[in-house]
């Protein structure tokens, strides 16, 4: 089935647009993993440290929101090991049938992009994610050889248009051809080929929730697109500044908070001792905000 058709079911089956980041900072870690952090410790020791946290994660999120968001970042800094667990999680969320946007962010061109993809959507691949975020700087050609593995195994892309941090401004929006609007029209033009039946296509965007001005302008001109917001949370964003991302009907955006949910124990009463207690009651109020804001989420 079309990527997208399935993550409008999975949306619509749970009722909520949330995408849970899996960012595992070795640094934030509760003190149960704390040998993930110890440097002189095996890597190992380290990378199956983060491997329990994140299955954990899953866990949460299992049959309460349509997608997790796994950041492929802070496995590889452990080496073999982390990329194993990286691995070890994406497989525990197919299974628990959660789709999964490898946040990957990969970005070269030719052969090298066409193994980058295969990589991470192929069916044999290690680690095979559901979507994957790319970046587009090198131009169309570098995201023909994933868009062509995606397509080929029904999976998506989410490419990287205007994103949540604040330097990106300069070099997205400037000029009087920005690049940021560029992507989009090139996105728009192929996606329209790559409709599922929910009338979105598996190509999607990456537009920060931070840019609450400028959504609605970006759901116009990205019509086809299923966008992936980062920024809620613990970057500022709230339900209120991603409603212009929305169709009318509810679909059409992901929600994505990590830290905000993962670490929400350092803003809770109960501290790292109650961090899974804290996490569950940081994902229910995230699901019940959206679905106050968001037509029909639910």
């Known amino acids: 089935m079309n990527f997208s058709d399935r993550l409008a079911g999975a949306v619509e089956r749970t009722g909520n647009p949330v995408l849970l980041g899996i960012d595992p900072h070795l640094d934030l870690l509760p003190e149960e993993f704390a040998v993930a952090r110890d440097r002189s410790a095996r890597r190992v020791d380290r990378a199956k440290a983060v491997a329990r ?6 866990e949460l999120a299992k049959g309460r929101v349509p997608a997790v968001k796994p950041q492929a970042a802070f496995f590889e800094e452990l080496g073999a090991d982390g990329v194993a667990a990286f691995e070890e999680v994406v497989d525990a969320a197919r299974d628990a ?11 070269d061109i030719a052969s090298t992009a066409a193994a980058y993809a295969r990589a991470h959507l192929a069916e044999n691949g290690g680690g095979r994610c559901d979507a994957i975020t790319v970046s587009p700087y090198l131009g ?32 997205q929006t ?33 537009v920060g929730a931070t840019q609450a001005a400028e959504l609605a302008q970006w759901r116009e001109r990205l019509p086809h697109a ?17 409603v212009g991302a929305f169709r ?14 993962a670490f929400a124990y350092a803003k809770d009463p109960a501290g790292a001792a109650d961090w899974r207690g804290a996490a569950d009651r940081a994902l229910d109020a995230m699901i019940a905000d959206l679905r106050s804001a968001v037509p029909h989420a639910g």
């Not at 560029?182 to 929910?198: I, S």
């Not at 009318?248 to 949910?261: E, W």
């Open 53 to 58: 946290f994140c299955l954990e994660l899953v």
């Open 248 to 261: 009318s009907d509810g679909l059409g955006a992901l929600v994505a908070s990590s830290r905000g949910i």
């Open 140 to 171: 169309a050609d570098s995201l023909e050889p994933f868009i062509e593995a995606a397509d080929a195994n029904e999976g998506g892309l989410f490419v990287l248009v205007r994103t949540s941090n604040p330097g990106g401004t300069a070099w």
């Open 97 to 107: 049938s959660l789709l999964v946007v490898g946040d990957v962010k990969r970005g």
């Open 226 to 242: 299923w966008m992936l917001l980062p920024g809620y949370g613990a970057q500022g964003a709230g339900a209120a500044d991603v």
């Open 174 to 206: 400037a000029g009087d051809v920005p690049i940021a609007g560029l992507v989009a029209d090139q996105l728009t033009a192929w996606g329209a080929e790559r409709l599922g039946e929910c009338g979105l296509s598996n190509l999607g965007a990456v």
